[in-house]
């Protein structure tokens, strides 16, 4: 088991906090239920977003992806070139 920094997990975690603190403080200030997400998703995000700025890495975080990248001869280049030879 090796640890390793984990500072948008973080800064991501004090915003929900934050987010879910700001969510009671308004359903109780005016006697309303709130919609959470309303304050969550931009504490989160927000949170997210302000660690990258201070660690230099908002290029970075905006080009995330999840996606896979494919190599070359992707499948569909390999399936063009099989039609080509056909």
């Known amino acids: 088991h090796v640890s390793f920094p984990k500072p948008y997990f973080h800064s991501t975690l004090v915003g929900y906090v934050a987010g879910l603190g700001t969510t009671l403080f308004v359903m109780f200030q005016f006697n309303a239920a709130q919609p959470a997400l309303l304050y969550l998703v931009p504490a989160c ?14 290029k970075a975080l905006l080009a995330y992806s999840e996606e896979e990248e494919e190599p070359e001869g992707a499948p569909e280049e390999k399936a063009a070139e099989s039609k080509k030879d056909d």
């Open 45 to 58: 995000l927000g949170s997210s977003f302000g660690c990258a700025v201070m660690r230099g890495e908002v």
